[in-house]
């Protein structure tokens, strides 16, 4: 009895603790600023205590095994999952492989947990975790307690090691990304949130529309206006560039409403309050040459202080309206 109830605990807790990873990971890519750090902490704590927690797991799981159970292979592909999710975002932030064949650590990492999703549905649903309250002891508390206490420690000590043993981790910046070409435009990476190709844009049939007028390619590259900003990709990487073209807030004039949406020719779109226009920037240079198609040629949007996916590539057109700027979905859904 005694074993079933902390084999339920045990359940209990890796389920919250796996809701915690998989919120807190995304909670940091809402974020490129100092929030991003602190929810990573959570994030790499609950990471770890879930790793702890392990050795329990395979007890609980090999008693199972040993009996017939609905949804099996479910169970296992969930667990699979996780370890994969696991292994590759330790894998980031070691910095020991941060791409295995073509696909970035990042990319398995989120990858396995977003695949992992429907597996612990269905693992929940077909087996619900039923708790009473004598599970919820002083002494459950304390374990729980305990646990993620060490798990903090582990986290901590984890760093100490990364940096006492020069592995590339050390030089992570504190979203988790790693430096790649900056000040060097050849040496940027090309990359998409999800799937949209590089388009082969015409710059004599091409022109973008703002509130009111629209623009050719020549009379937006003759500003100049100035900015070096940091694009951190959530795939891992991150680069500093100096950036050149125009600021949003000249485009769009006086033209009133809530939110300016900035839209690309992919139809891959981002709003954004429109008191943040002074500093947007469409570029059409990078390191003072032109873009090329990869990095949003003929114009893209420079989100300084945003991640990676804000900065829009390839825009034919910046709208501004009345829709609040927080009515989209949080990430890209292309
Ligand atoms: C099953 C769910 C997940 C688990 C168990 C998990 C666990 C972990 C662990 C153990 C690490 C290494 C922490 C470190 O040593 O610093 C890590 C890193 C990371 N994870 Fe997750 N994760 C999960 C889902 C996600 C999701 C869904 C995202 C984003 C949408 C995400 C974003 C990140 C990032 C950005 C890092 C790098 C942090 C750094 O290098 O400091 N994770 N994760
Ligand atoms: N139209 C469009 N713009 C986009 C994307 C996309 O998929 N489509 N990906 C974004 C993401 S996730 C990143 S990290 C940057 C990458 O810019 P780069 O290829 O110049 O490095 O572009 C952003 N702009
Ligand atoms: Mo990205």
Known sequence: MAAVARGARTNLGLLVLLAIAFLTGWLAFAFATAPSRWSLII??????????????KS????????????????????????????AAGLLQSTGIALSIGPLSAMDF?????????????????????R????????????????VLAGAAAAYAM????????ALPGAARRFTGSYEAGSRDPDQLPVSSWMFDPVPAIDTSNWSLRTPGRTWTYEQLYAFDDRMTATLDCTGGFYSTQDWA???VDRLIGDA???????????GYDRRFALPSASKLLLATRIGGRPLDPGHGFPVRLVAADQLGFWWVKWVVAI????????????????
């Open 245 to 247: 073209g125009v600021r």
């Open 59 to 86: 007890m609980i799981a090999r008693r199972g095994m040993r009996r017939a159970q609905p949804a099996r292979w479910a169970s296992i592909m969930f667990g699979l999952l996780v370890v994969v999710s696991l």
């Open 158 to 165: 984890s760093e100490v090691v990364v940096r006492a043993s």
């Open 256 to 266: 009133s409403g809530a939110s300016i949406r900035v839209v690309s020719h992919t």
């Open 109 to 129: 990492h989120v990858g396995g947990a977003i695949a992992a999703v429907p597996f612990a549905i269905w693992h929940v649903a077909a087996r619900r975790v």
């Open 319 to 334: 709208e501004v309206d009345d829709v609040p700027h927080w009515w989209q979905a949080p990430f890209p859904l292309q």
């Open 43 to 56: 994030h790499a704590t609950s990471g770890f205590a879930i790793i702890a927690l392990l050795p329990w």
């Open 131 to 146: 708790l009473r309250p004598a599970d919820m002891s002083r002494r459950a508390a304390l374990r729980g307690g305990a």
